[in-house]
T-cell receptor
Framework: KNQVEQSPQSLIILEGKNCTLQCNYTVSPFSNLRWYKQDTGRGPVSLTIMTFSENTKSNGRYTATLDADTKQSSLHITASQLSDSASYICVVSGAGSASKIIFGSGTRLSIRP | DTGVSQDPRHKITKRGQNVTFRCDPISEHNRLYWYRQTLGQGPEFLTYFQNEAQLEKSRLLSDRFSAERPKGSFSTLEIQRTEQGDSAMYLC??????????????FGPGTRLTVL
């Protein structure tokens, strides 16, 4: 069964600290993996997209890694800001069908001043 | 604003009523997706269109749900005889197939449906 599991479910850190969110998946065949940021009550916004051949990609203070062999990805946030408080969703696309775009349940990140 | 727009942003209805949501994708995008998201969960795929053709529907899309994209531009999602379990955020996304960015989807702000 195609699945995307994220951990932790929720995380609280102090402003200025770093954190790492995890994503494990079983989607096969694999096409690409994306991390989205979703503010409360809003639609998700793409942070990074990685294909099979890419193992790291950065977008400002966000750095995503991908290990296609172990089917794991991480999103590292550096020097967190209050505006980073949101849900971070890992999305894995399987090759071929649109229904093989599988969303994780997200990690709810709260940044405290 | 050239992003994906959805209307209405919020809808409160009584059980048994019909509701219709609209999505306007990014103008040059040929694919349009509908998702449903409940609190604390990631979006779940409902259906998608390529141009005006509805190419795939999830088993989540019961016969009370119908989606259209008549001219390959905007899309509507109708829910008939709403049930309390239909309460959720309904998200629309669009993408342009054939570009080099792995079919990146751009999401609208969503329509939050509450069925009383």
């Amino acid at each position: 069964k195609n699945q995307v599991e994220q951990s932790p479910q929720s995380l609280i850190i102090l402003e200025g600290k770093n954190c790492t969110l995890q994503c494990n998946y079983t989607v096969s065949p694999f096409s690409n993996l994306r991390w989205y940021k979703q503010d409360t009550g809003r639609g998700p916004v793409s942070l990074t997209i990685m294909t099979f051949s890419e193992n790291t990609k950065s977008n400002g203070r966000y750095t995503a890694t991908l290990d296609a062999d172990t089917k794991q990805s991480s999103l590292h946030i550096t020097a967190s800001q209050l505006s980073d408080s949101a849900s971070y969703i890992c999305v894995v696309s399987g090759a071929g069908s649109a229904s093989k775009i599988i969303f994780g349940s997200g990690t709810r990140l709260s940044i405290r001043p | 604003d050239t992003g994906v727009s959805q209307d209405p942003r919020h809808k409160i209805t009584k059980r048994g009523q019909n509701v219709t949501f609209r999505c306007d994708p990014i103008s040059e995008h040929n694919r349009l997706y509908w998702y449903r998201q409940t609190l604390g969960q990631g979006p779940e795929f409902l259906t998608y269109f390529q141009n005006e053709a509805q190419l795939e529907k999830s088993r989540l899309l019961s016969d009370r749900f119908s989606a259209e994209r008549p001219k390959g531009s905007f899309s509507t999602l109708e829910i008939q005889r709403t049930e309390q379990g239909d309460s959720a955020m309904y998200l629309c996304a669009s993408s342009l197939v054939g570009t080099g960015v792995a079919n990146e989807q751009f999401f609208g702000p969503g329509t939050r449906l509450t069925v009383l």
